[in-house]
């Protein structure tokens, strides 16, 4: 029997030309598009919450203000947003309250503000001092910032309990 061996005939080794520059450059107008086409969210504010103090001490958890001061008053603000993502139109209602409809405070955010400041006022003038809960009804559409604007009017106003829930939820 014959046998044949053949022997593979060697190639020589071949360097892969890869174009280096061209894809450096094509990196480059990627990066600069991102770069140029990004659009961060507007800064969201910043949500007060009951921590510790630094030095320690007494206990965090704040007081229940049920207990000592009756049922809170609940007032329900309802607000509206344009397309744009502004507010349109708010109205303050009490909970409970005979008036189903509540007063209208149009879509300027000065309008809300006295009208809080007055409810907290006026809560924490009562004998016994009476503490207000405020719900924020929002629209979809309003945008983060609007929001975080009318929380914290509602905490520098003196409500410490604040839900902002979206139109149509409970």
């Keep these: 029997m014959l046998s044949h061996k053949r022997k593979r005939a060697q190639t020589d080794f071949v360097e892969p030309d890869l174009p280096i520059t061209p894809m450096l450059d094509m990196s480059f107008q990627l990066l600069a598009f991102f770069i140029m086409t990004f659009k961060p969210a507007p800064t969201e504010g910043q949500i ?8 320690g001490g007494e206990s965090t958890a704040p007081p229940d203000v049920t207990i000592t001061q009756g ?8 607000v509206v947003a344009t397309s744009g ?3 349109e139109k708010m109205t303050l209602r009490l909970e409970g309250a ?9 879509g300027d955010i000065k309008v809300y503000q006295s009208e809080i400041k007055a409810i907290a006022a006026n809560l924490a003038a009562q004998k016994p001092p009476k503490v207000g809960k405020l719900t924020l ?5 309003l945008t983060q910032d609007y929001v975080m604007q009318l929380i914290d009017i509602g905490i520098r106003a003196g409500f410490n309990d604040i839900s902002p829930v979206p139109i149509g939820k409970k």
Excluded: C, F, W
Aim: glycine content about 6%; overall charge neutral.
């Design 98 to 106: 005979a008036a189903a409809v509540g007063k209208d405070l149009t």
């Design 85 to 87: 993502g502004s507010t």
């Design 71 to 78: 049922k809170p008053e609940h007032y329900i603000v309802r």
């Design 137 to 141: 009804e929002i629209d979809n559409k």
């Design 48 to 55: 007060m919450l009951t921590l510790p103090k630094q030095e």
